[in-house]
Each structure stands twice: as structure tokens, then as C-alpha cells.
């Protein structure tokens, strides 16, 4: 079993920046892959950004966030990290962050076993 939780959202300006963090409980944090996911109201739950197992060596992005965001891990930490650059008013939404034991970076939101709850991110115009 792995809880995630998510923190780091907020509000802030087009072309602003934030950093979400996602903390795993557990020692096997380094066996998940993991993925970042956000809904916006209305829409269905997208895929933004996914790394590897392990070392965290294969990432995937979003076509919509790609050269903006970029994913991290640190397995000491058990965390996971989304950094976003120049935001938009359309990255605004519910991010989750998600864990796929020994998966490679899936962009597929079943293929996830474990889910957080949630951090909202508000980009005003």
C-alpha cells in the first residue's frame, strides 16, 4: 500500500511558476513509476508527465506541457517533483500525482495503482 500526498499548489499569474511535490509513504518508493495527472472542471483526467522506475532515467511528457514542465524524483526522499514554467490560463486544474509499481512512465491513467488527492493550480490571465 502507498499513500501519496501532494502539496505545492496555488495561485499565480500567466507566465508564473510553482513546484508540486508529491511525498509517498512506504520503503518501496523506488519500485513505482510515477505520474502526474490533472482535471480541469469538466474535462476528463489528462496526462501531463510520467518517470520511470528506479533511477527515473525515461520521462514522458504531455505535448501540451512539453519544454514547460519537467519531472523529478528524489528516492531518498520518497517524493516526487512537477516544475512548471510559464504557465497558462488553461494549465489550470486538480493535479494528482500517481504510482505504477515498476512501470516505465505509462500515460494511461489505469495503469495506475495509486492516486493522491489532489492539489489545485489557478493561472489567471
Known amino acids: 500500500q502507498v499513500q501519496l500526498v501532494e502539496s505545492g499548489g496555488g495561485a499565480v499569474q500567466a507566465g508564473g511558476s510553482l513546484s508540486l511535490s508529491c511525498a509517498a509513504s512506504?520503503?518501496?518508493?523506488?519500485?513505482?513509476?510515477m505520474g502526474w495527472f490533472r482535471q480541469a472542471p469538466g474535462k476528463e483526467r489528462e496526462f501531463v508527465a510520467a518517470i520511470s522506475w528506479g533511477g527515473g532515467d525515461s520521462t514522458t511528457y504531455a505535448d501540451s506541457v512539453k519544454g514547460r514542465f519537467t519531472i523529478s524524483r528524489d528516492n531518498a526522499k520518497n517524493t516526487v517533483y512537477l516544475q512548471m514554467n510559464s504557465l497558462k490560463p488553461e494549465d489550470t486544474a486538480v493535479y494528482y500525482c500517481?504510482?505504477?509499481?515498476?512501470?516505465?512512465?505509462?500515460?494511461?491513467?489505469?495503469?495506475?495503482?495509486?492516486w493522491g488527492q489532489g492539489t489545485q493550480v489557478t493561472v489567471s490571465s
Open positions: 500517481a504510482a505504477d509499481r515498476y512501470g516505465s512512465g505509462a500515460i494511461r491513467n489505469y495503469d495506475y495503482e495509486y
Open positions: 512506504g520503503r518501496t518508493f523506488i519500485t513505482y513509476a
